[in-house]
């Protein structure tokens, strides 16, 4: 049967069962849709998951990314280093906080900011100091992150690991140990999003995971506005407590301004529920990609699998692939067109961030070989925990007509 036959195959889905509706339902007759306990047994059941000893839910990636900025110090007069290749969030939230973006060069094979694109940023750049350095997991395959921490430890940064791509995933230490990605062992940081494309689903919904108790509570008052309701922070003393020294019930400060990122116990209830079948997502998401690796083989070198790291152990949050367009005698759109036809969904994972209007605005041409290499070359493949070994091989084959018209 060919895909044409099938439902129309996305490049990523989300799944949803039974089970997370009713997690849904039954929050929505508790009588607490908001500020209730489901937001903590979320952050409790992630924190566990990534190994972290800390995780503030809030209301997406981009809200995670954003907080962790803050956070870490980024404002006006610091900048920030991001690889050219990630969704626009990642420099966006950079952005927000008045902080100057330093745009790093990829490897062209696999799309990832190494240690030597770091050190060729901070070389190249002439504007405020660097303070932070944002590693991407690009597609679920880690970021070298032993050279990263090394190399941001020697100029004096802070790293925020955007793995938004990245839950599931783990880096394989020196020693051996599988590190999962979100631990927070190398970055001081590190940034998720439950967008539903990605590996569990929350609606709209993100996190940041530290092992800083110091940064998880900054995180929690950047979710609520910067207020702070700890007797021990308040400076108004006449107002805050009363004749006989204790704090006023209604009373709350706001030392300094931010912003409402909370996540609803809707989101946080879908989350927990759809994080307990993570295992069975990832398990469907290496089966499927391991299939596309045996048989994409036979279209090599045309299509071959973005390159991967090798001490990594991928969550597959995308299949991208690197096609020679040229070799094919096509252009990228047109190979995306005949797959729309066939009933394939694919995207592109991303026009460099360097090259959108506003960013060339303010920053001008930022001449990055690698970023651009991979940008021309990729192309994601449907991949989603739903998906069956046959999508996978009417997904190939119809590459293979192509590749052979
Ligand atoms: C999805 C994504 C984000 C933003 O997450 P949202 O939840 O959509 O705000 C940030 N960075 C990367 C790499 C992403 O893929």
Redesign the pocket.
Known sequence: MSQADRPFLPYGRHSIDEEDVAAVAQVLRSGSLTGGPVVGQFEAALAETVGAPHAVAC???????HMAALAIGLGPGTAAVVPAV?????AN?VRYTGAEVVFADVDPDSGLMEAEHLRAALARHAGPPVKAAFP???NGHCAELEALSAEAERQGLTLVE?A??ALGGSWVAEDGEAVPLGSARYGALC?F???P??AIAMG???TVTTRDPQLAERLRRLRNHGMTRDPADFTEHDQAFDATGAANPWYYEMPEIAYNYRASEINCALGLSQLSRLPRFLDRRRALAKAYDEALAALSPVIRPVARTPRCRSGW?LYAVRIDYGALDLSRAEVMQRLKAAGIGTQV??LPVNRQPYYRARYGRVGLPGADAYYEACLSLPLFPEMEQADVECVVAELKTIAEA
């Open positions: 209301a997406n990636g981009t809200a995670a990314l990630t969704f626009l969030a990642t939230a991407v997991h690009l955007d938004c791509h940034t999003s439950f967008h494309v990605k709209e919904g993100g949050h994972h991303y």
